[in-house]
């Protein structure tokens, strides 16, 4: 039987259930195992970008990514496989490749290629205001096509 009484009286509670105590030791792996840090763009990837199901984990899928565009000359900006993200730098007509590749099942990535161009420069917006789906056809959308398709022929695709 627990010794418990209301709080007129003065005693405390001995079985609170909404406190727990958590051992000092335990912090640096909370800390560690969590990080809101990432270098992914706080945006998602418009709607008319490229998407498939590649059969090889994200980070496997962007280094190769990489390599496959450096292989045809084309300079990334930035890229970083443990956050499986991919950005290159602007090519002509101020086009860019963004490539997202999130996990799916174990072995599988949700990859989307996203191709944009920024019509006009104004410095008081943000840059992704400005920025517009590469239009079907064009060289930008040709070159995301491309890259998704040698990504599918390397590794496989899934369809769901």
Request: with cysteine.
């Given at each position: ?10 005693t ?11 051992p000092?030791?335990?912090f640096?792996l ?32 962007t280094?190769d ?7 045809e ?5 930035h ?28 072995g599988k990535?949700r ?6 161009y ?13 920025e517009?789906?590469?239009p ?20 496989g695709?899934?369809?769901?």
């Open positions: 039987m627990l010794a418990t009484r209301n709080a007129e009286v003065g405390r509670n001995r079985c609170s259930p909404g406190l727990f105590r958590v000092r030791s335990a640096p909370l800390l560690a195992a969590c990080t809101p840090v990432t270098t992914r763009p706080d945006f998602s990837p418009y709607p008319e970008a490229l998407r498939a199901v590649i059969n090889a984990p994200p980070d496997r899928v280094t990514a990489q390599a496959w565009l450096a292989a000359s084309i300079a990334v900006r890229v970083s496989a443990r956050d499986a993200f991919l950005e290159t730098a602007e090519l002509a007509g101020s086009v860019k490749l963004r490539l997202w590749a999130d996990p799916d099942v174990p990535s990859v989307t290629i996203e191709a944009v920024r019509p006009r420069e104004d410095p008081s917006r943000e840059p992704r205001d400005l517009r789906p590469t079907a056809g064009s060289d930008g959308q040709k070159l995301a096509q491309r890259l998704l398709a040698a990504l599918t022929e390397k590794f695709e899934t369809k769901y």
